[in-house]
């Protein structure tokens, strides 16, 4: 019996010890994308939304995206903890990955058709 007791304390302790550590890691990350050196003068007119914070929260094979600058979307995973999604912003089509899969974890927003480029790392 007194066993069987330890190995249920054992196996409680340890989910116990594990519950913080996963919180921390679905915690919301937050961002601001800096333009990138030489992004064409074409793109400057996303410099102020973007610039601004972005919380990515990671929620299983999703996460959402929201900011101040009027961001909001939902994006797919593509890879274990690494997302993405593509909207419009100001009639520009936008890439957006989120890759919470390293540290530091990453931000990359990125406009095709033109050439620019934001990138963001995770303090």
């Not at 999703?62 to 009027?70: C, D, E, Q």
């Not at 890759?99 to 480029?117: F, I, M, N, W, Y």
């Amino acid at each position: 019996m007194k066993v069987i007791v330890s190995m249920a304390f054992l196996a409680g302790s340890l989910a116990a010890l594990m519950l913080p550590q996963a919180s921390a890691q679905d915690a919301p990350i937050e961002f601001r994308a800096v333009a990138a050196k030489g992004n064409p003068s074409g793109c400057v007119s996303l410099d102020a939304s973007l610039s601004r914070l972005h919380t990515i929260t990671l929620m299983g094979d999703k996460a959402i995206l929201k900011s101040s600058g009027g961001i909001n979307d939902t994006l797919k995973q593509i890879a274990p903890r690494v997302y993405k999604t593509t909207f419009s912003l100001g009639g520009v089509k936008l890439d957006v990955v989120a890759d919470a899969s390293k540290a530091p974890k990453t931000l990359q927003v990125t406009e095709a058709s033109r050439g620019c480029h934001w990138n963001a790392v995770a303090p």
